[in-house]
C-alpha cells in the first residue's frame, strides 16, 4: 500500500509532509544526552518548555522519511535509539502512524447527547462485529487510546453494565483532549485499505461555548469529517409528542447554534469564503433512536432496511438518510437542512443508538444492545474512499 | 594492540565464559584494546582471530562457546570495522568499565564501613575476620590490602568461659528435653536443642528462639512444654542476652576432655596423630556436638597439649544423623542413620535439592528446612508415642507435621492412618465413660479410665479433663456408694431397703447394693384384669407399694401349655399381641425387683377375641380392595358396606385375607366394617366392635406432563396442572429416575426415589434445592398406586432476568440481564407458544456466551415469515464437557414479540416514457386481496413529506376496488420532487404496515 503524502498530527492537529520526519532521542542518560528545552512541546501544553531529550529531524523520499529499517533503529547522536515524534509539536506519535492516511473524525453534540457512548460503543461494533464482517480488524495505536478503552470505557460500559460519566471539560483537564487513535484495516490482501481513526471526544459544555470551542476544541477545523449527534429528547417537538412515556434529559443548547460554530471555526481556520461549502463530509447522527420509536412510522428505515453487513450498501444509507431528514425536517423545521446544505458539500443523516435502550438509574440491566452505530463511521469511511472495493 | 597468542588464548579469553551464556567483550575477544584505532591492523586481527576460531570449532571443551563467536562476526565485523560504529562500540566499553569500576569502589567502601563498625563494636573475632577475608576477595580487595586492615583492627576480647556449674544446668535441661522428644541429638547443646550449628550468628538463633518461643505457647501444658520453656529460658541467657561464644567454648573445652584419653593413647605410640586417628577424634569430636571446623582445630589443640603433630590436612566431611548426631561420611552410601535409621538427608520442599537432615536452610534455594526436618523427625516418632501411650502428644505432633508438610504429604498420611484409629478409639472410650458418668455408674467409669490411663493417658476428654483427673471424680462416687451401703449393713427392715436403694443411687451399677436388695422382696400388685383391644390384649393392674418394682406379666391358656412371659415393665399395664385369636386365658402379674420376686396376682379367664390384623382398604378405577391377615381359623370375618350417598347397607362376603368390591361406582363414598364374630365356650358367638375405613373410587388419572420448574430466592417452585382425580406427589431425585411415563408404581417405593417435596394446589416447594442437577418426580397417587409423570430436569442456576425482544425488520434483537457467574445461555424459541424447556422438541435453541452476547449486543434471531415469537432464555453450565440447562420459567425470563397478524404493504416508484416523464406507482405486496386506501403524496424539494399534509396529494391507490398502480405524468411538477405513499386513514396501522421503496425511487430529480 502506497504511503501517505501528509500525515495530520493527533495531537496538535498540524499537517505534515512525510518528506519529513523527527524523532527523539530515547536515551535515559541526561549526562549523556543532555536534556535541551522543547519549545513545541511547550506551545502545544500552553507551559514553560520542558526539559527533554533532543529532537532530529530527518529528510527523505516522499513517504519514506519515517520508514525504520527492521533491526536498525534510527538512533540520536549520542548512539541510543530514537523513536518517531510529530516534527511540529513533538509529541510521541503512535507506533508505524505515518504508515496509514490519517483521517480524523471530530464528534461534536450537545451535552448529554451520548458521544462518549457512541465513541465507546462505535469502537467496539468497528472491533467486534463491523471489522470481521469487512475481512477487517481494529487496532488500537497508543498507550494512552489503549488505557482509555480497556481500562475505562470498555470496562464500564460492557463489564459492569453501567453508562459513561460525562466527559470532563477541557477546561478543567488537559488529558480530555488527548484523542482516541486506532488503525482501521477493512478487507483482506491487496484490496485491504488502513485508515488511521482518530476519535476526539469533547464535552458537550465545551462546544457550547464559543471561546472554549475555540481554544480547546481546535481539533474540529482540522478534522476530515465531522460527526454531529443529535439528541432527539432535547428536541421541544419530540419532548411534546412522547410526553412523560420516556425519562427525559435536561434540553441544552440547539444544536442548530453549535452547528453554525463549528462552521464558522471551519471556514475561520480553513480560510473557506462564504459561499462555498466546507469540503469536510458531515454525519448528523440522530442519537438514542430507540426512545423515539413510539413516534415514527413501523416500517421505518432505521429499523426495516438491513444493516451493512460486509458491504457498505450506498442505496441503504441514502434510504435511511432521506427518512431520518425528514423526521428531523418534522422535528426541527427546515431551518436547520437548510444551512447544513448551505455549509457542507457532502452529509447524510442517521438514526443511531449507542446503547440499544434507556439506562435505569445509570445502568445498563441488559448491557449493550447497539442500534445502527456504525452507520455514520461507514458512510465517512466511503465518503473518503476508504472502503475497499468500493 | 596486544599480541595473540594461540596458545594461551582458550584459556584467558574463552575458558572463563565457557559454558555460560555470556561472551567474551568485543574488544577481549579479538584481543584489541580500546585506544586500537588502526583499521587496518584491526581488521587483519579479525581475520586471524576468526580463522583461529574455525579450526577450534569443534574443540571437545570450548567448541560450543566458541561456534557462538564465529556466529557472531559477521556482527562485531560491521561494529569494530567501521569507525564510527567502533566509536560507539568505544564509548559503550568504557561506560561499562566506568560503572564496573563504580561498583567496585562502592563494595570496597561497603566493606571499609562494616571493617569500622566492628572496630567501634569492641573488635574481631577469628570467625569474623575469616568472613571479611571472604568478603574482601569477593570484592576484588587485594588480599595483602585487606589483611593489613583487618590486623589494624583489634581483637575481640575473648568471652568469659560459661562456668561448669551453669553448663551443667542446661546440660540437665536438654537430657530432660531430649527424652521427651526421644531425640538423643537435643542433649548436645543449647544450638543443637534449636537445629542449629555451634557457629550460627545471633540472628538466626533469635530468629529460631522467636519461632520456638510461637510453639511453646500454643503447645499444651505437660512435660514437654514445661522443659521447652526451661530450654528457651536459658538459651535466652546463655545465647541471647549474652556472648554466646563463652557457651560454645565451655561446650569445647568439655569435647576436648572427653576425647584426650583417646588422644593420648593415640601419641603415645608413636609422638604424632596420624590422618587415621585424626579423622577418628575428629568424628567423635563431630558426634559430641562440634561442627567439623571446630572438631579440627580441638584436635590440633589436644596434640598441641601433648606435645605432638597432627597429620591431617582438613576436616572430616560428615553428615552428622539429625537424631541422635552419628557423624557418616558424606561419599558413602548410607542414607539413613546407621544406629537409629533416621533420614540422613531431605529433600526442600521449595525446589527439592537434596539436603543434610540437619541443615537448617537449603543449599539452593534458602528455604528454611528446620521446621520441616522437625516435622519429618516427629512424624517418625510417632509409633513409639503411641505405645508409651501418649496419643494426645501424638496427635499434636501429626497436627504440626500436617501444618508444615502439608496434608498431602505421602508421611503426613502414612502416620495419619497410624495415628487416626488411636485417636478415635480414644474418644469412643471417653464417650463411654461420658455415658457411664451420665448414667451414674462409677463402676463402670472407673473400669473405662484405668483403660485410657494405658492406652491413651494424655488424651483429654470432651470437658478437657486428663484421665488420670476424670478417675479421681468416679473413685468419689463409688465412695459415696460404699459409705451408703456400709450404714446400710447396720440397719434393717425397711430402713435398711431405703439406704440400698440410696446407694444404688449413688452408683447405679453398685452390684453389692443390687445384691442386698435382691434379698428383700417386692409387695405383689392388686386386681388383674384382661380384655381385647383391636388386634391385641391389653392387661391392666394395681401397682405394687414397693418402690421401684418392676412387673413381669405371664400368659396361661385354658387350652393348657404352661405359662408363658408376655413381658416385662414398670408400668401398670401392657399389650400382648401375641395371644391366639379365639383361646381362653388368664394372666398372672408378679412384681420384680432385681432377683427378688413377690407373689402373682392372676386374672379372671377372659376370650381372645380380636379384630383382624392390618386391615386395609384401597380405592381404584372402579373398585375398591380390602385386605386383611386372617387369624387362622378363629372366628369368622364379617363386612359390611355402607354407600354414603343414600345410606345403603350390603353385606358382603369376603375370602379369607380380603375382598374385591367391583359393585362401586367411581365418585360415591363409602364405608366399610369389618368384624370378627367368635364362639364362646358356652355356645354364644361373641362379635368384636370391627374395623371402620372409607373408600371413594376414581377414575384412574393420566400422567402428569409439562411441569414448570421455577426459581425464586432460593427455593424452587414446581408448578402442574392439577390432574382431574388423585393426588400429586413430586419427588427429588439426585438422579435421573429413569421411570417409564404412565407406569404404576407402588406408593410405598416413593421413600426410595428421592424427597417428596410439600405441596401446595398446584404448586410443590423445594426449599433446599440441592447445588447442580437434579430432576423433580411427579407421580399421581390414585388408590393403591402412583402413576409415574414426566420428570423435569432441574439446575440450580441463577435465573436469567429481563428478557426483551425488539423487533428489527424481519429479525428480533433478544436482551437479557446475565445473572452474576453465569456465562452461558440457552435461547429457545417457537413460535405458536412458550417453548416448555430447553428440550422442548417443537423449540429452536442455540446456546450463546456472554462474550458472544457482548459483541452482538444481544441476540439475533431470525423471524423469517413469522410475526411472533416466544422466546426462553435458560442459564447454563458446562459441567464435564456436557452442557445443563437452568430453569427459566420465571416472567424475566421469557419474552414475547408478538404483533398481530399486519399486512405488509410494499410499492415502488419508477419513471417511465421515452423521456422518463412519467411516474409509475404500483403496490407490489400484497399480490393480490384488498388493499387499504392509500395516498400517494408529492412535495416539493429533496426531503421525503413525513405526513400527507406535507405535500400535496398527487394520487390515490388501493381501497375497495380501488386500483393498486398509478400513472402521474410529471409534466407540470415542480422539481426536485419528494414523493412518499401514506395509509389515508390512521386506523388502516392497526391492520398493515407500509414499507418504502428505497429513496432514489422516492426522490425525483
Known amino acids: 500500500m502506497a504511503r501517505p503524502r501528509t500525515v495530520l498530527c493527533p495531537y496538535c492537529f498540524e499537517p505534515w509532509s512525510t518528506k519529513l520526519a523527527a524523532f527523539r532521542c530515547t536515551s535515559g542518560d541526561a549526562a549523556r544526552c543532555p536534556r535541551q528545552p522543547d519549545e513545541p512541546q511547550g506551545r502545544l501544553r500552553g507551559t514553560e518548555p520542558p526539559l527533554a531529550p533532543r529532537v532530529l529531524q530527518r529528510q527523505g523520499r516522499l513517504g519514506q522519511a519515517f520508514a525504520v529499517k527492521r533491526g536498525s533503529p534510527v538512533r540520536c547522536e549520542c548512539g541510543a535509539p530514537a523513536r518517531p515524534v510529530c516534527p511540529s509539536c513533538h509529541s510521541d506519535l503512535p507506533q508505524r502512524f505515518a504508515e496509514a492516511p490519517s483521517r480524523s473524525m471530530g464528534l461534536i453534540g450537545t451535552k448529554a447527547a451520548g458521544k462518549s ?111 454531529l449527534l443529535l439528541d432527539p429528547l432535547q428536541i421541544q417537538a419530540v ?152 | 594492540m596486544r599480541p595473540f597468542d594461540p596458545k594461551t588464548y582458550l584459556a584467558e579469553v574463552v575458558a572463563p565464559h565457557a559454558g555460560s551464556a555470556e561472551l567474551p567483550g568485543l574488544f577481549e575477544r579479538y584481543l584489541l584494546d580500546l585506544d586500537d584505532g588502526d583499521d587496518a591492523a584491526i581488521e587483519a586481527r579479525m581475520t586471524e582471530v576468526k580463522r583461529y576460531w574455525d579450526k577450534k570449532s569443534t574443540h571437545p571443551k570450548y567448541g560450543t562457546t566458541i561456534e557462538t563467536l564465529r556466529e557472531r562476526h559477521g556482527e562485531a565485523l560491521l561494529s569494530l570495522g567501521d569507525a564510527r560504529e567502533r566509536a560507539k562500540v568505544v564509548d559503550e566499553a568504557r561506560e561499562g568499565q566506568r560503572q564496573a569500576a563504580e561498583g567496585a569502589r562502592r563494595a570496597v567502601e561497603d566493606w571499609d564501613r562494616v571493617v569500622a563498625q566492628l572496630a567501634a563494636a569492641g573488635g574481631l573475632d577469628p570467625a569474623r575476620r575469616a568472613q571479611l577475608e571472604k568478603l574482601a576477595d569477593r570484592a576484588g580487595i587485594p588480599r595483602e590490602t585487606a589483611r593489613a586492615k583487618l590486623d589494624a583492627v583489634p581483637a575481640a576480647p575473648e568471652p568469659e568461659l560459661l562456668d561448669a556449674s551453669q553448663r551443667s544446668v542446661i546440660a540437665a535441661a536438654l537430657a530432660a ?50 522443659n521447652w520453656d526451661r530450654v528457651l529460658a536459658l538459651a535466652k541467657i546463655h545465647l ?143 509409633g513409639a508415642l503411641l505405645e508409651e501411650g501418649r496419643v494426645g502428644q501424638a496427635r499434636e505432633d501429626l497436627e504440626e507435621a500436617t501444618r508444615v508438610l502439608g496434608p498431602a504429604a505421602p508421611e503426613v498420611a502414612a502416620a495419619s492412618r497410624e495415628v487416626t484409629p488411636a485417636v478415635e478409639a480414644a474418644k469412643r472410650s471417653w464417650a463411654e465413660v461420658e455415658a457411664a458418668t451420665a448414667e451414674r455408674r462409677p463402676y463402670a467409669a472407673r473400669r473405662l479410665l484405668i483403660e485410657l490411663g494405658r492406652t491413651a493417658a494424655d488424651f483429654p476428654g470432651p470437658g478437657g479433663d ?29 430402713e435398711r431397703e431405703r439406704a440400698l436403694v440410696a446407694a444404688l443411687g449413688a452408683a447405679a451399677d453398685c452390684e453389692r447394693a443390687e445384691r442386698e436388695l435382691d434379698k428383700l422382696p417386692p409387695a405383689s400388685p ?78 379372671e379367664p377372659a376370650l381372645v377375641a380380636l379384630e383382624v390384623a392390618d386391615f386395609a382398604l384401597v380405592a381404584g378405577d372402579g373398585e375398591a380392595r380390602l385386605s386383611w391377615r386372617p387369624h387362622g381359623g378363629a372366628g369368622r370375618v364379617l363386612v359390611e358396606r355402607r354407600d354414603e350417598s343414600d345410606g345403603t347397607e350390603t353385606a358382603l362376603t369376603p375370602d379369607a385375607a380380603g375382598l374385591t368390591d367391583r359393585s362401586v361406582v367411581n365418585g360415591r363414598r363409602y364405608t366399610y366394617r369389618v368384624r370378627v364374630e367368635y364362639p364362646r365356650p358356652g355356645g354364644e358367638a361373641l362379635r368384636t366392635p370391627g374395623a371402620t375405613a372409607f373408600a371413594e373410587p376414581v377414575e384412574r388419572p393420566r400422567p402428569l406432563r409439562d411441569l414448570v420448574v421455577r426459581s425464586d430466592a432460593g427455593a424452587v417452585s414446581i408448578d402442574f396442572q392439577p390432574p382431574a382425580s388423585g393426588t400429586v406427589v413430586v419427588v427429588k431425585c439426585r438422579e435421573d429416575p429413569a421411570l417409564e411415563v404412565g407406569a404404576d408404581l407402588d406408593p ?52 436469567i432476568a429481563n428478557v426483551r425482544a425488539l423487533a428489527n425488520g424481519r429479525r428480533a434483537q433478544v436482551t437479557w440481564q446475565w445473572p452474576e457467574g453465569v456465562t452461558l445461555a440457552r435461547v429457545a424459541w417457537r413460535h405458536d407458544r412458550q417453548p416448555v424447556g430447553t428440550e422442548d422438541p417443537k423449540a429452536t435453541g442455540v446456546d450463546y456466551r456472554l462474550g458472544e452476547y457482548r459483541d452482538r449486543g444481544g441476540c439475533s434471531l431470525d423471524l423469517g415469515e413469522q410475526s411472533s415469537i416466544f422466546v426462553a432464555v435458560y442459564p447454563a453450565l458446562r459441567v464435564e464437557g456436557e452442557i445443563v440447562y437452568g430453569s427459566a420459567a420465571g416472567k424475566g425470563a421469557r419474552a414475547t414479540l408478538r404483533s398481530e397478524r399486519k399486512t405488509e404493504v410494499r410499492y415502488s416508484v419508477r419513471r417511465a416514457g421515452r423521456l422518463q416523464k412519467r411516474l409509475e406507482i404500483e403496490v407490489s405486496e400484497p399480490a393480490e386481496g384488498v388493499l387499504p386506501e392509500l395516498v400517494l403524496v408529492g412535495r416539493e424539494g429533496d426531503i421525503l413529506p413525513r405526513a400527507v399534509s406535507d405535500g400535496t396529494v398527487l394520487a390515490r391507490l388501493g381501497g375497495d376496488g380501488g386500483p393498486r398502480a398509478s400513472s402521474l405524468e410529471l409534466r407540470g411538477l415542480a422539481r426536485p420532487l419528494a414523493v412518499r405513499l401514506f395509509l389515508d386513514s390512521a386506523g388502516a396501522g392497526g391492520s398493515h404496515v407500509l414499507f418504502d421503496p428505497m429513496a432514489d425511487e422516492l426522490l425525483i430529480g
Open chain 1, 117 to 227: 457512548n457512541f465513541i465507546a460503543v462505535a469502537l467496539h461494533e468497528l472491533e467486534h462485529r463491523v471489522g470481521p464482517r469487512f475481512d477487517g480488524s481494529l487496532m488500537l495505536l497508543d498507550d494512552a487510546t489503549r488505557d482509555r478503552v480497556d481500562r475505562e470505557l470498555m470496562p464500564r460500559l460492557y463489564r459492569e453494565g453501567a453508562v459513561l460519566e460525562a466527559t470532563r471539560s477541557a477546561r478543567g483537564d488537559a488529558t480530555v483532549r488527548a484523542p482516541l487513535v486506532a488503525r482501521l484495516t477493512l478487507g483482506a490482501g491487496g484490496e485491504s485499505s488502513q485508515s488511521n481513526l482518530v476519535f476526539f471526544d469533547s464535552a458537550g459544555e465545551d462546544l457550547q461555548s464559543l471561546d472554549v470551542l475555540e481554544r480547546e476544541a481546535r481539533y474540529i477545523t482540522q478534522s476530515h469529517g465531522l460527526i
Open chain 2, 748 to 799: 410405598a417405593r416413593l421413600s426410595a426415589l428421592g424427597e417428596s417435596l410439600p405441596v401446595s394446589g398446584a404448586t410443590a416447594t423445594d426449599g433446599d434445592p440441592p447445588p447442580g442437577r437434579c430432576f423433580y418426580q411427579p407421580l399421581t397417587l390414585a388408590g393403591a398406586t402412583a402413576i409415574v409423570g414426566e420428570p423435569a430436569r432441574h439446575v440450580a442456576l441463577p435465573e
Open chain 1, 239 to 390: 419532548r411534546d409528542e412522547l410526553g412523560g412515556s420516556v425519562e427525559l434529559p435536561e434540553a441544552s443548547a440547539d444544536a442548530y447554534t453549535m452547528l453554525g460554530r463549528v462552521s464558522g471555526l471551519i471556514r475561520e481556520a480553513r480560510g473557506i469564503p462564504a459561499g462555498k461549502p466546507i469540503d469536510a463530509p458531515l454525519a448528523i447522527a440522530v442519537s438514542k433512536f430507540d426512545a423515539v420509536r413510539p413516534l415514527l412510522p413501523e416500517g421505518h428505515a432505521v429499523f426495516a432496511l438491513p444493516s451493512h453487513d460486509g458491504r457498505f450498501d450506498p442505496q441503504v444509507a441514502r434510504s435511511i438518510s432521506a427518512a431520518v431528514r425528514s423526521d428531523l425536517g418534522g422535528w426541527l423545521g427546515e431551518r436547520f437542512d437548510s444551512f447544513v446544505k448551505q455549509e457542507f458539500s457532502e452529509f447524510a443523516y442517521f438514526g443511531v443508538s449507542a446503547l440499544g435502550a434507556s439506562p435505569v438509574d445509570g445502568r445498563l440491566p441488559n448491557g449493550v444492545a447497539p442500534l445502527r452505530v456504525e452507520d455514520p463511521v461507514l458512510w465517512m469511511l466511503d465518503a473518503w474512499g476508504a472502503i475497499p472495493g468500493r
Open chain 2, 526 to 603: 392388686g386386681a388383674v384384669a384382661a380384655e381385647p383391644s383391636g388386634a391385641r390384649m391389653t392387661i391392666g393392674w394395681e401397682p405394687s407399694v414397693t418402690e421401684g418394682a418392676r412387673y413381669a406379666v405371664t400368659r396361661v391358656s385354658a387350652a393348657g401349655g404352661g405359662e408363658i412371659l408376655v413381658g416385662e415393665t414398670d408400668r401398670p399395664r401392657i399389650e400382648d399381641p401375641k395371644a391366639v385369636a379365639g383361646a381362653v386365658v388368664r394372666y398372672s402379674v408378679a412384681a420384680v425387683r432385681g432377683r427378688a420376686r413377690s407373689a402373682a396376682a392372676t386374672s
Open chain 2, 177 to 226: 528435653l531430649a527424652r521427651d522428644l526421644r531425640e538423643p541429638r537435643v542433649r548436645l547443646s543449647l544450638f543443637h536443642a534449636f537445629g542449629l550449628d555451634l557457629d550460627a550468628g545471633r540472628e538466626a538463633i533469635a530468629a529460631r528462639w522467636r519461632e520456638r518461643s510461637e510453639a511453646s505457647r500454643r503447645d499444651s501444658h505437660g512435660s514437654a512444654k514445661a
Open chain 2, 466 to 494: 486428663l484421665p488420670a483427673s476424670a478417675r479421681a471424680a468416679a473413685e468419689g462416687q463409688i465412695a459415696e456408694a460404699e459409705e451408703l451401703l456400709a450404714r446400710a449393713t447396720g440397719l434393717s427392715g425397711q
Open chain 2, 240 to 382: 541471647l542476652d549474652n556472648d554466646p561464644r563463652g557457651y560454645v567454648h565451655g561446650l569445647s573445652l568439655e569435647i576436648r576432655e572427653a576425647l584426650e584419653p583417646e588422644a593420648i593413647k593415640a601419641v603415645a605410640d608413636d609422638g604424632q596423630i596420624d590422618e587415621v586417628e585424626a579423622e577418628h577424634l575428629q568424628r567423635q569430636a563431630v558426634a559430641l556436638g562440634l561442627t567439623p571446623e571446630l572438631a579440627q582445630q580441638a584436635i590440633a589443640e589436644l596434640a598441641r597439649e601433648n606435645g605432638a603433630v597432627v597429620r591431617s590436612g582438613g576436616t572430616v566431611d560428615v553428615v552428622a544423623c539429625p537424631n541422635c548426631n552419628r557423624p557418616h561420611s558424606r561419599g558413602g552410601d548410607d542414607e539413613r542413620c546407621q544406629s537409629c535409621g533416621t533420614a540422613l538427608f531431605i529433600a526442600c520442599p521449595g525446589c527439592g535439592r537434596r539436603n543434610d537432615a540437619t541443615a537448617a536452610s537449603c543449599g539452593g534455594c534458602g528455604t528454611d528446612l528446620h521446621r520441616h526436618a522437625a516435622a519429618i523427625r516427629a512424624l517418625a516418632k510417632l
